[in-house]
């Protein structure tokens, strides 16, 4: 190689290196302290790599250089991934415990011994189903024979939802600052739930699918059964199917639905019997909330939390409810999207049981 192109190489490195500190992190530093020796090594002496080369089947020193580069680029961007990811849940976290506590500001302690229910609904540009909502939580809370709160969050919708909700029900919302998903929603409801001293927590959408008619029921079977998850299925009975209530969701993701069903029967015969993973009307136990908040699911939560519960030797029982189908608004999941999602819950699935088996293993 000429000493110009070595010249050229040496000179990239100590623009590189002094950004350390400053537009590279520091951390990161001893990865590209070893690429820069193996790229200065194969520049000048390409014959001290060859034995290696050889040891990994590899002929020519440049094959194998080219192939230690794209490992270490890879390498690369799995690290920024991770941190992308380390600082989108520090900052889901920041924004619910913000909301959490804003929540708590307005709210009447609930005396020691006093076993209530707080009903979550996660909401983004919803205004056109809270108003028709509203009044129905107001119903569960009056006459629902455990006590009951309700807590709409508004994950920074765009349209007027928190107007809505401002006049409808000032004390019992809460905005966030900035869309972070149904788990970021869900999580702010179960930080209010663990300060406030809730017994049980009750997660309902906001788009109309869901009856809170049926969250008393469902309450009664997680209190007299000591279930530590009620999920609120559409398919735990065929009285559903043929009353239409299958309405409520489409062909891609019922498949969708048993595919996660294969992927959950990892997880012992708990998870296995689930039927509705992906439903989001559901009933938490004050166990369960402590569980999930130290390991609160990235993105739509609903299958990972069955996962994690059941490895955790909690009881999770399905009860059947009807869903009407969306009346207003847009679901998140249609198309592309719908099999995006399907492809992302399967693989953190996977990724939940082999970390699990690795740690048993030691």
């Known amino acids: 190689m000429s000493p110009l192109l070595i010249a050229a190489l040496l000179g990239f490195f100590v623009l590189l290196f002094s950004q350390f500190g400053s537009r590279l992190a520091a951390r990161t530093s001893l990865v590209w302290w070893l690429i820069a020796a193996f790229m200065l090594v194969a520049a000048i002496r390409p014959e001290l790599l060859q034995p290696l080369a050889h040891a ?3 002929e020519l020193v440049s094959n194998f250089v080219l192939a230690g580069l794209v490992l270490f680029l890879l ?52 205004e056109e189903s809270i108003p028709a909502l509203i009044p129905k939580l107001e119903e569960i809370v009056r006459n ?21 909700l401002a006049e409808m029900a000032p004390k ?14 869900l999580l702010t409801g179960f930080k209010v739930a663990v300060q406030g001293g809730y017994a049980f927590v009750v997660q309902c959408d906001g788009d109309g699918q869901h009856a809170p ?9 997680a209190s007299e059964g000591r279930f530590d998850l009620v ?11 043929k009353a239409g209530c299958l309405d409520s969701t489409t062909r891609i993701r019922r498949f969708g639905a048993r595919i996660v069903n294969a992927v959950l029967a990892l997880f012992g015969r708990t998870a296995r ?41 909690l009881r999770i029982v399905e009860v059947s409810v009807r869903m009407a189908p969306r009346a207003t608004g847009h679901s998140t999941l249609t198309g592309l999207k719908s099999i995006r999602y399907m492809i992302k819950v399967t693989s953190a699935l996977t990724g939940l049981r082999l970390r699990s088996l690795l740690r048993a293993s030691h």
């Not at 941190?83 to 924004?95: K, M, P, Q, S, Y």
């Not at 008619?213 to 079977?221: A, K, T, V």
């Not at 999920?231 to 199917?241: E, K, L």
């Not at 938490?284 to 030797?313: K, N, Q």
């Open 56 to 58: 990994f089947g590899v």
């Open 75 to 126: 390498l690369q961007a799995v690290e920024q991934s991770a941190e992308a990811a380390t600082a989108a849940r520090r900052f889901r976290d920041l924004v619910s415990s913000t909301a959490a506590q804003a929540f708590l500001a307005r709210s009447a302690p609930i005396a020691a011994g006093d076993r209530r229910a707080l009903v979550v609904v996660p909401s983004y540009n919803e």
């Open 144 to 164: 629902a024979e455990l006590p009951c709160d309700y807590c709409i969050v508004d994950d920074g919708s765009t349209d007027g939802t928190w107007r809505i």
């Open 172 to 185: 019992c919302s809460v905005k966030h600052g900035a869309n972070v998903g149904v788990a970021g929603a």
């Open 213 to 221: 008619q049926d969250i008393p029921r469902m309450l009664r079977e």
């Open 231 to 241: 999920i609120g299925s559409r398919f735990a009975s065929t009285v559903n199917a």
């Open 273 to 313: 019997g689930v039927r509705d993973p992906t439903s989001g009307f559901r009933v938490y136990s004050a166990r369960a909330v402590r569980t999930l908040m130290t390991v609160m699911p990235d993105d739509y939560p609903e299958p990972e939390s069955i996962a994690i519960l059941a490895l955790r030797g």
